[in-house]
T-cell receptor, first 115, second 114 residues
Framework: EPEVTQTPSHQVTQMGQEVILRCVPI?????FYWYRQILGQKVEFLVS????????KSEIFDDQFSVERPDGSNFTLKIRSTKLEDSAMYFC?????????????FGPGTRLTVL | AQSVTQLGSHVSVSEGALVLLRCNYS??????LFWYVQYPNQGLQLLLK??????LVKGINGFEAEFKKSETSFHLTKPSAHMSDAAEYFC????????????FGAGTRLAVHP
């Protein structure tokens, strides 16, 4: 069964450093998403991406964040200058059509720890 | 705006006992409701969803949920817990239209003991 994969599973970085979280969505999917979950808090929507551009972003997704689909398979989330409060589990998701019928498929997450 | 509240961050049941995980939602438009499960070191997996039609929805692994509009609830139940049900469960809501971001609750960690 096809699945969404994410690397690394755990990333530790120093405050102020840049990090790139990588996702490989399911191959025929067209809609891509990043969510995050700070420990003990809700899973929060960050950004959706379709047709090589951001379709929607939350207020969390400020200028420090960017997304890219550099090739036909990867979908990345970059944080330019990490802050302590960026420590969280980051989930990637993809959807064939972004609809209720096609549904959303989530990866296992990357745990980011900012020291 | 839409939101989800999951009552109880941790629930513990005995094997064979009823599982009840609570979810209440807030939505100004007809909601579409979901339950996801996350097993350790795995992604979020869809358990079941309510879109329209029958308000009692059956999902995988013997779980079901009932949409109650009057109570703005979508509680998840399973008649008899199994050890393998131990996981984190997330309730989520979305609406029709747009690119359909999911709004999640904080999650409930279910522990099942012998």
């Amino acid at each position: 069964e096809p699945e969404v994969t994410q690397t690394p599973s755990h990333q530790v970085t120093q405050m102020g450093q840049e990090v790139i979280l990588r996702c490989v969505p399911i191959s025929n999917h067209l809609y891509f998403y990043w969510y995050r979950q700070i420990l003990g808090q809700k899973v929060e929507f960050l950004v959706s991406f379709y047709n090589n551009e951001i379709s929607e972003k939350s207020e969390i997704f400020d200028d420090q964040f960017s997304v890219e689909r550099p090739d036909g398979s990867n979908f990345t989330l970059k944080i330019r200058s990490t802050k302590l409060e960026d420590s969280a589990m980051y989930f990637c998701a993809s959807s064939e059509e972004g609809t209720l019928s096609s549904g959303w498929f989530f990866g296992p997450g990357t745990r980011l720890t900012v020291l | 705006a839409q939101s989800v509240t999951q009552l109880g961050s941790h629930v513990s049941v005995s094997e064979g006992a009823l599982v009840l995980l609570r979810c209440n939602y807030s939505s100004s438009v007809p909601p579409y409701l979901f339950w996801y499960v996350q097993y350790p070191n795995q992604g979020l997996q869809l358990l079941l969803k309510y879109t329209t039609g029958a308000t009692l929805v059956k999902g995988i692994n013997g779980f079901e949920a009932e949409f109650k509009k009057s109570e703005t609830s979508f509680h998840l139940t399973k008649p008899s817990a199994h050890m393998s049900d131990a996981a984190e469960y997330f309730c989520a809501v979305t609406r029709l239209g747009g690119y359909n971001k999911l709004i999640f609750g904080a999650g409930t960690r279910l522990a099942v003991h012998p």
